[in-house]
């Protein structure tokens, strides 16, 4: 009798055990599919990191590429942080959510400068003869009212208060 206590006691302690370890193995398997999920997550960071140097150049097509992809990250991080139990980690994906969102807002304000510099730097291109063509224009007209301003000074009167004119000035103007 007393071996046949010691065998249920023996059956017992292997039940329990196989239960702690399916549930060993469960939680494992849990954690392995997490890791890859969180793998696959930093691999599509890096592919939106790269992604957004492309949209700053302004082209449509990697827009719509680079918000695709970043919806698709956002809503993998959604998901893990579903399953996750820990609240540290929970805000931790939240804070790469709102990181995510922002470095989206910036990118494309970035893509609408660059588009916007574009834009200005064109006009300016078309605008520079006219602006050289101005400056010449301006130049010579100032020369003109430099030479002038100077013929005028030597028509000026000379002498005592302009009334006894020197002699020798009076000839080179004549000359002139």
Known sequence: MILVLLFLLLLVLVYCENRRMFAIDEHSEKLFTQRKQVENITIQILDISLLSEQVVSGNQESITVYENKQHQVITSLQELQKQLQDEKQCQ????????????????????????????????????????????????????????????TKDKKKSGFFGLFPSKKKINDQIKK
């Open 92 to 151: 931790r994906i939240a804070s790469i959510i709102s990181a995510l969102s922002s470095k989206k807002e910036l990118t494309l304000a970035m893509a609408n400068d660059v588009q916007a510099l574009h834009t200005t730097n064109t006009i300016i291109a078309r605008r520079i003869p006219t602006i050289i063509q101005q400056a010449k224009q301006e130049k010579q007209n100032l020369a003109k009212q430099i030479e002038d301003n100077y013929k």
